[in-house]
């Protein structure tokens, strides 16, 4: 912790926010939106299991689908997968970074193609804060037309020449977990380019609509 924690802590109870919600979590969306260079939107969540869940259900992600996984990564990867009724396929890493391989991330590809079952999304993981290889994993996901879901949980400060971890993916997730390099103790968030995703993840969760359109109306 860094110090100041108490002092915070003294504000929400003295401002009476003591739901999970409140203008700081608002100002921390807005930090990491301007960190990670202003060009994506930032939602705040439990955790990022849950972003990554959220995130698998606005791509369309459902029972009988087949998600490709970086087979190198915690379990919370492959979960939200699964919580869909999905079917997760796992890929193994290249000596480099120890991250999902494009070689083999293609090769999975085509055979889940010509079997008839083109994965839905492809899950990416910058492993211990190393990035994976994104310009070769990005080249093959979108030469199959494939949404990448970028899992930079434990990357929030790690660039790939020099773009941000967390910018690469149609959507990206980040933890503020105990044990991540910014810590909220636990904590996650949704990152994406489009607003509207934003705004479906507010949808998805009718109380985080009702207090953020609240502390909308409030400033």
Not at 83 to 102: L, M, R
Request: a negative charge; proline letters at 5%; glycine letters at 10%.
């Amino acid at each position: 912790m860094g110090g100041t924690e108490r002092d915070y802590v003294k504000e929400a109870f003295d401002t009476n926010w003591i739901s999970p919600l409140g203008p700081n979590v608002v100002g921390f969306e807005a930090s990491l939106e301007s960190y990670l260079g202003g060009k994506h939107h930032v939602a705040a969540l439990s955790s990022g299991t849950a972003a990554l869940h959220l995130a698998l259900i606005q791509l369309g992600v459902t029972h009988g689908d087949e998600v490709i996984c970086q087979s190198m990564t915690f379990s919370a990867s492959a979960n939200p997968i699964v919580y869909q009724g999905a079917t997760p396929v796992f890929v193994d890493s290249e000596p480099v970074t120890w991250n999902i391989c494009p070689i083999h991330l293609e090769t999975a590809i085509k055979d889940r193609i010509a079997k008839g079952k083109k994965p839905k999304a492809i899950v990416a993981v910058h492993l211990y804060g190393m990035p994976f290889l994104a310009d070769d994993i990005m080249a093959v996901a979108n030469k199959y037309d494939i949404p990448v879901v970028e899992d930079s949980a434990e990357a929030l400060g790690s660039t790939y020449k020099g773009q941000p971890c967390g910018t690469f993916g149609d959507i990206a997730i980040l933890s503020f977990n105990g044990n991540k390099i910014i810590t909220t103790s636990g904590g996650g968030a949704l990152v994406s380019k489009d607003a509207s995703v934003k705004d479906k993840t507010y949808f998805l969760l009718p109380r985080r609509v009702m207090m953020h359109h609240t502390i909308n109306i409030a400033k």
